[in-house]
Nanobody, 122 residues
Framework: QVQPVESGGGSVQPGGSLRLSCAAS??????????VGWFRQPPGKEREGISC????????FVSDSVKGRFTISRDNAKYTVDLQMNDLKPEDTAVYYC?????????????WGNGTLVTVSA
């Protein structure tokens, strides 16, 4: 098993960019063995799957709400799975979570981080 940890959240103005990173809390290289997904939960709303990347760097899905603006990728040098977020909108405000599993999925990911808050406002 693995314990993901998110970093990189913060406040940004509309149109701005942020890069979130997901790393393994204990052994840095652990994350390479798992599919990793990014999810978010806006205030008062249900959790949404954003994107997921397999162990072999195949991106299995990208939410329509972020398509063309957000990109998931692995940084093999840092053993992280990153979410590059461009052209941020107020509706992107949410707690962002990364999760790991043997297989990508919008549901059923096994290990979850505690989340990092992204706030988009003028």
């Amino acid at each position: 098993q693995v314990q993901p940890v998110e970093s990189g959240g913060g406040s940004v103005q509309p149109g701005g960019s942020l890069r979130l990173s997901c790393a393994a809390s204990e052994f840095a290289s652990d994350l390479v063995h798992y599919a990793v997904g990014w999810f978010r939960q806006p205030p008062g709303k249900e959790r949404e799957g954003i994107s997921c990347i397999t162990q072999s760097n195949f991106i299995t899905f990208v939410s329509d709400s972020v398509k063309g603006r957000f990109t998931i990728s692995r940084d093999n040098a840092k053993y992280t799975v990153d979410l590059q977020m461009n052209d941020l909108k107020p509706e992107d405000t949410a707690v962002y979570y990364c999760a790991a599993a043997n297989l990508c999925g919008r549901e059923g990911m096994n290990w979850w981080g505690n989340g990092t808050l992204v706030t988009v406002s003028a």
